[in-house]
């Protein structure tokens, strides 16, 4: 699909993203405004709105920014060199949106003739925190947390599917 290369500048987190033709990125969304400046290459840009998904495609020299909490897609539509930066790395978090992040995952098994993609997207829309790796210290508390969370929600949706409402 390409690479990334995740750098810390100045204490700040920068990625440098070579995505070739053709490949999706993302169907993530995060609580601090990423920007981004395009290297080289065309990328179109899927945002969710109130209206339902808006595209948008930035060439070359192009700088864009999506606002914290906007899910969003990166298509490519040409080999592709782009840095993104977030306005404050403090507290960062990114955050899968399933919906998109199952377009995603569909599209590079099509790309890829991988037939090991089996996730199934749920009917609602959860958001699921992204582990960061770089702080290996915390990750075994995360693996904790994401099973807790996965066990709760089960346990719930049990509940509720067994105890529907009288009307």
């Not at 060439?59 to 840095?83: A, E, K, M, R």
């Not at 582990?131 to 509940?159: M, N, P, R």
Request: charged share 20%; glycine share 6%.
């Amino acid at each position: 699909r390409g690479e990334i290369h995740r750098l810390k500048i100045g204490g700040k987190r920068v990625n440098q993203l070579y995505t070739k033709k053709g490949m999706m990125r993302s169907g993530y969304l995060h609580n601090r405004t990423v920007n981004r400046f395009m290297i080289s290459g065309k990328v179109e840009v899927w945002t969710l709105s109130h209206d339902g998904t808006e595209k948008k495609t930035h060439n070359t020299g192009d700088t864009f920014s999506i606002p914290p909490y906007v899910p969003q897609v990166l298509n490519f539509l040409d080999d592709s060199v782009l840095i993104e930066y977030w306005d404050s790395s403090e507290d960062f978090r990114c955050y899968f949106y399933h919906p998109y992040r199952h377009v995603v995952n569909i599209h590079s098994s099509v790309i890829n003739m991988d037939t090991s993609v089996k996730h199934v997207p749920p009917l609602f829309q959860i958001l699921v925190p992204q582990l960061h790796l770089e702080d290996k210290s915390q990750l075994a508390v995360k693996v904790l947390w994401a099973f807790t969370g996965v066990i709760f929600g089960t346990a719930v949706g049990a509940y509720l599917a067994l105890n529907p409402r009288q009307r």
